[in-house]
Every structure is written in structure tokens, then in C-alpha cells.
């Protein structure tokens, strides 16, 4: 591919990833459509003053300019083919164009690999591509670098990294790249300079995240489990913050600020489901920072999703909605289909969490919906990353509504069923049972699953544990007021206790972000019920009000569960403060359309003896 035709392909993927047509950039960059249509089809060249104009308008970060060769010509080329321009207007009588205002900060060009112009050629395609979030054509291009690389080893380990980036399928793992990230590791093994150094952390960092995204031992490398995965983060943490300190001149202490973003990115992925949410959001205020100072586009997205992320885990829910204002400028700025897609995901969770269930709902089952099918059906995009987003977010919305038996009865609900190597699908499928009167097949479920699981004492401390925990506390919760199974609960109810109360402060995330389920220690509270203490319930519900005080969808829950749980301590004028809260729950839950909460407040309002 020549350098002409490498910017009309870029050019043309970028637009596209915009959402601009050919006439509506044409018209921003002040241009003749004909004119950039040939730009884009490869049949003329790009002049200097064009690619600017396109670069500021589709916010590439330098990434066009990075495709012109360099020379005088290409201003004079272009001043030409301007003025041919200007005069076509002239001539129909339209006047002159007016210019473009300049941009305010403009961003520095892509800076080389250092490892040959073909091979920059195949990571600027890959890059390219993975903006547009088609994900297997990038990896393509990663791999034709690597290829192209031939020989040279921190060429090879730089391709690698590059491919590391890309969305897999959650809860599996990549074999092929840990294939080729283990390969460049022995060759890099012992070498201690800067480079050979950046590359070893991040190949590093990568592989811990890679092993980590495993689910249980059938998904899980051979003598590398998650937990192996979460023991390399910490090393390379361990050895970044080492170098850090050494003096300067000493060999590998000059880790650049790119290399301490991408180990500091995969490796509180990597940490995830091992340590408490508090401990990452350190690391990702850390990320943030540096992302800012290395002026990495790719990293300060990154940075903002990882931090809304876990300021939201750890209760700082108006922090996490600053951070996700300034998340939705840059993916307004750099309009990246990727960055689009987290941005809906993440307001729509933050619209269900809200109870503003009509917002979540378009975004879910309108452009959700359509993006996930258009991506994955032209095998853009890792068949599950997307879809199990969708579906999660669907969930959560119709068991808000009280409409989980239209899930239940679609075809969608197998998706649901046959995620089963998702602890947290497995708990969902119990819960959605449950929801729709199938009792006994919910205790089925969950006599499976706690067999599977050592009586769920095989959870990690955190992570992926604490959605499925709170999801099992309300499946238990459910069978315990509807079955004669209490004497069964009883063995299922101290593990997840303990798990849901190392985090009491924390709120219950899903996915990687799907859903916020609500205060962990809400959930605490449910299984204190269920295990027949009342008294504790009550403390745990007063810790799960600070998180959600600002919110009458999360109030509404803990009103009503306060409300059971009063009526159970017998204390005098229990159940006329049980009855109070009830109604207060009723009106914001008929308010709100939570249907099933509704009835569930009715049913303690007219029970003659409460529940």
C-alpha cells in the first residue's frame, strides 16, 4: 500500500467512525466534496493544508499528518488545488469559502516507532481500526507488524503490546497471544536496556491481565489461574515503582510515562477480582494523571472509564459522575466508536441506578441493541464483549420493572442460560426463576451452583464475586419467604455473609461496567433476614443509606427492606413504623414503574402478619 492510498484508507475509516458523511466533512474542512472524495479513494493526493483541515476536524490526534511525507511541495500542491476550488465556486456563483478557525490545542503528531516505515505503517492501520472497534481487523494489522518485524525483538514485543490492547471475549482466554506474549518475553529475558525494560512491564502487565480474565479452572490456563495472573500485576507493579527510585543513569530507571500507563492500565485489570476496590482506585487516580501528562489519547480514555469506574465501586457516586461529564468530552473530541459505546453503557447504568428507566431503556434496546449487532454479526467485535453488556443491562431493567417473565419468555433469556461459565449468569438464572414464580427450579440452581463451588466458598475476595454474592443474597432471600428451605439457606448464607461484609462501604458493580446492583451492605442486610437477625439487619441497612440517600430508586429498596426487617425485631411500634416506610416505598416504586417492588410493598402493607 502507498502512502497515498494509506491516508485515503485512513481518512476514509476515520470519517466513517465519526458518523460524518463525505459531504458534511467536506463542508467543515472547506473543501469541494468531489475533490476530498478523491482524496478518500486514493486517486489524488493529500496536500499538507487538506490533511491538517482533516486532521483537526476528525480530532486524529496528529494520526493523518503522521501519513504525509514530508516536504514543501505538499503546501504548494495544496495551495493549488485550493485555488482550483475557490475559482469552481466563483464561477457557480457561490463566493468564497469561509476558513476554518484554527484549533485552539493542536495535538502532536504520532510520533514513529523507531522500527521502519513499513512497520509503522501496519501498527497506524491496526490503530486505526481499533478505533473503529473492529477489533479482528486490527489484530490483522498488529500481526503483519509483527511479521514485517522479522528479527528484531523490541519491534516483535512492541507489535504484541499493540495486539494485547484489543477486546477479547470476557471470561476466556486469548492462548495465541499469551503464545506470543511469552515468546517475547524469553527473548527480552535479562535485557536491562530502556526499551527492552518498557517492553518486558508491559508484555508483563498484559499477560497478568490475560490469565486473570478467566472465570473458573474450565476457562483458566493450566497452572496459571486468575490468581497467577493477580501475583505477575503485583510483581510488575512492585518492579515499576523500584525503578522509579532509582537513581537517575542507573540502567531501566527512565521508564517512560506511555509504558507506566499501560502497566498501571492492565494491571488493576488484572487485580480486579483480588483486591478491594479503595486499593484500585488509587491506581486508577494514578492512571489519570499520568494519562494527562503523557498526552495519550488512547490512555486518557482508559484512565476515565477505569476511574468512573471504581469511584463508583467504592460509593464516590458524584465524583463518578464528574468524571464520566469529562469522559463524554473525550469521546466527543476524539470520536472513537469505541469511546461512544462505553459513554451509552455507562449512562445508561447511571440511568437504571437513578431510576430513570425510560433514559436506560432507549439507550438498551435502541442504539445498544444495533451497535452490538452490526459489530458482531460483520465480526468486528469478540461475539460476547457487547452482547452480554446488552443483556445484562436489559436484565437489571426489567427486574427494576417487575417485567423479568417478557425476558423470560424471549429468546433472549438463552443467552442468559447458556453464559453458564458466568458465576454471575448462573446467579442471574436463579434470580430470573425466582421473579417469575419457578421456585423450585430456582433451588435447583442454587443447589447446583453452591455444589460447583465448595458451598460458594471458592469466590475470590472481590471483583466478579460481589454482583454474584448480592445476586444469590436476593435468590436466597426469595426462596426463604416463599419455600419451607430455610434449614437448606442455612448452609449457603456465612459465606456469602462474609464475603458482602469485607465491603460493607462498597457499592455492588457487575460487569466491566454493566449494572450497579445496589450498597454491598444492603445485601448484607438481606442474608442477616434470612438467617433470622433482624438487629443486625437494621445496622447494615443504616450503612447502605450514605451511598444511596440521593437517590429514590435505591431508597425505595432499603425502605422496604427496613420495613421487614422491623416488623421481625417485635419491638413496640414495629410494625407501625414497617407500615410507614411500606407506603413511603409504595409511592416512590408506582412513581418510578418498579412494579414488582410495588407489589412486594403492597403485599407487607395488607399481610396480616407481615413478612
Known amino acids: 500500500?502507498?502512502?497515498?492510498?494509506?491516508?485515503?484508507?485512513?481518512?476514509?475509516?476515520?470519517?466513517?467512525?465519526?458518523?460524518?458523511?463525505?459531504?458534511?466533512?467536506?463542508?467543515?474542512?472547506?473543501?469541494?466534496?468531489?475533490?476530498l472524495s478523491r482524496v478518500e479513494n486514493g486517486l489524488r493526493p493529500p496536500g499538507r493544508l487538506l490533511a491538517e483541515r482533516c486532521d483537526a476536524a476528525l480530532r486524529a490526534d496528529g494520526a493523518l499528518l503522521a501519513l504525509l511525507p514530508p516536504g514543501p511541495e505538499q503546501h504548494e500542491h495544496d495551495r493549488r488545488d485550493e485555488g482550483r476550488d475557490e475559482a469552481a465556486r466563483s464561477r457557480s456563483g457561490r463566493g468564497p469559502r469561509r476558513r476554518p478557525d484554527p484549533d485552539p490545542l493542536p495535538a502532536p503528531a504520532a510520533r514513529p516507532s523507531g522500527y521502519g516505515a513499513g512497520f509503522d505503517q501496519h501498527v497506524r492501520r491496526g490503530d486505526t481500526r481499533h478505533l473503529l472497534g473492529e477489533m479482528y481487523e486490527a489484530d490483522r494489522h498488529y500481526q503483519a507488524a509483527y511479521a514485517a518485524a522479522g528479527g528484531d525483538e523490541l519491534a516483535r514485543a512492541y507489535a504484541v503490546v499493540r495486539s494485547a490492547r484489543r477486546w477479547s471475549d470476557p471470561g476466556q482466554v486469548?492462548?495465541?497471544?499469551?503464545?506470543?506474549?511469552?515468546?517475547?518475553?524469553?527473548?527480552?529475558?535479562?535485557?536491562e536496556d530502556t526499551r527492552a525494560v518498557e517492553l518486558r512491564l508491559q508484555l508483563t502487565a498484559h499477560r497478568?491481565?490475560?490469565?486473570?480474565?478467566?472465570?473458573?479452572?474450565?476457562?483458566?490456563v493450566t497452572g496459571a489461574e486468575p490468581r497467577t495472573g493477580a501475583r505477575l500485576a503485583r510483581q510488575a507493579l512492585a518492579e515499576l515503582r523500584e525503578r522509579g527510585r532509582r537513581?537517575?543513569?542507573?540502567?531501566?530507571?527512565?521508564?517512560?510515562?506511555?509504558?507506566?500507563?499501560?502497566?498501571?492500565?492492565e494491571t488493576r485489570w488484572a487485580l480486579y477480582d483480588f483486591e478491594p476496590a479503595r486499593s484500585l482506585l488509587a491506581l486508577s487516580t494514578e492512571l489519570r494523571d499520568l494519562a494527562v501528562r503523557s498526552r495519550s489519547a488512547y490512555f486518557q480514555g482508559e484512565a476515565l472509564v477505569a476511574l468512573a469506574i471504581d469511584q463508583l465501586r467504592t460509593g464516590r457516586v458524584p465524583a463518578a459522575e464528574a468524571t464520566l461529564s469529562r469522559h463524554r468530552e473525550y469521546a466527543a473530541r476524539h470520536r472513537s466508536r469505541l469511546a461512544h459505546w462505553q459513554q451509552g453503557t455507562l449512562d445508561a447504568l447511571m440511568s437504571l441506578w437513578r431510576g430513570e428507566f425510560a433514559a436506560a431503556e432507549g439507550w438498551i434496546l435502541g442504539e445498544a441493541g444495533k451497535v452490538a449487532a452490526a459489530m458482531e454479526s460483520g465480526l468486528a467485535m469478540p461475539a460476547d464483549t457487547l452482547s452480554q453488556t446488552v443483556l445484562g443491562q436489559e436484565f437489571w431493567l426489567r427486574y427494576e420493572q417487575g417485567r423479568l417473565a417478557e425476558l423470560f419468555a424471549s429468546p433472549r433469556m438463552a443467552?442468559?442460560?447458556?453464559?453458564?461459565?458466568?458465576?454471575?449468569?448462573?446467579?442471574?438464572?436463579?434470580?430470573?426463576?425466582?421473579?417469575?414464580?419457578?421456585?423450585?427450579?430456582?433451588?435447583?440452581?442454587?443447589?447446583?451452583?453452591a455444589a460447583d463451588?465448595?458451598?460458594?466458598?471458592?469466590?475470590?475476595?472481590?471483583?466478579?464475586?460481589?454482583?454474584?454474592?448480592?445476586?444469590?443474597?436476593?435468590?436466597?432471600?426469595?426462596?426463604?419467604e416463599r419455600t419451607d428451605r430455610r434449614t437448606e439457606l442455612s448452609a449457603y448464607v456465612p459465606p456469602l455473609r462474609a464475603l458482602l461484609d469485607a465491603h460493607g462501604d462498597e457499592l455492588v458493580l457487575a460487569g466491566w461496567p454493566t449494572v450497579l446492583l445496589g450498597p454491598a451492605a444492603r445485601f448484607s442486610a438481606v442474608l442477616a433476614l434470612v438467617a433470622g437477625e433482624p438487629e443486625t439487619a437494621l445496622g447494615h441497612l443504616a450503612r447502605a443509606v450514605r451511598p444511596a440517600q440521593r437517590y429514590p430508586a435505591q431508597m425505595a429498596r432499603l425502605r422496604l427492606d427496613e420495613a421487614r426487617a422491623r416488623l421481625r425485631t417485635g419491638s413496640p411500634g414495629g410494625r407501625a413504623t414497617a407500615q410507614a416506610?411500606?407506603?413511603?416505598?409504595?409511592g416512590t416504586a408506582e412513581e418510578l414503574g418498579m412494579a414488582a417492588l410495588a407489589r412486594d410493598c403492597r403485599e407487607l402493607l395488607t399481610s396480616p402478619a407481615g413478612r
Open 208 to 220: 497478568a491481565k490475560k490469565l486473570a480474565m478467566s472465570i473458573g479452572d474450565d476457562t483458566a
Open 247 to 265: 537513581p537517575p543513569g542507573t540502567p531501566g530507571d527512565d521508564v517512560g510515562d506511555e509504558a507506566r500507563c499501560e502497566v498501571l492500565t
Open 1 to 35: 500500500m502507498t502512502p497515498q492510498e494509506e491516508f485515503a484508507e485512513a481518512l476514509r475509516v476515520r470519517r466513517e467512525a465519526a458518523d460524518l458523511s463525505l459531504a458534511e466533512l467536506a463542508r467543515r474542512v472547506h473543501y469541494s466534496k468531489s475533490y
Open 453 to 480: 463451588a465448595d458451598g460458594f466458598t471458592r469466590f475470590p475476595p472481590s471483583g466478579w464475586a460481589l454482583p454474584t454474592a448480592a445476586t444469590l443474597a436476593l435468590v436466597c432471600a426469595a426462596l426463604a
Open 415 to 449: 443467552g442468559v442460560q447458556r453464559r453458564g461459565y458466568f458465576p454471575v449468569w448462573r446467579a442471574g438464572l436463579a434470580l430470573a426463576l425466582c421473579e417469575t414464580g419457578r421456585h423450585e427450579q430456582a433451588a435447583d440452581q442454587l443447589r447446583a451452583f
Open 581 to 586: 416506610l411500606a407506603r413511603t416505598a409504595l
Open 174 to 191: 486469548d492462548r495465541d497471544l499469551l503464545f506470543r506474549i511469552d515468546a517475547c518475553l524469553a527473548a527480552l529475558a535479562g535485557r
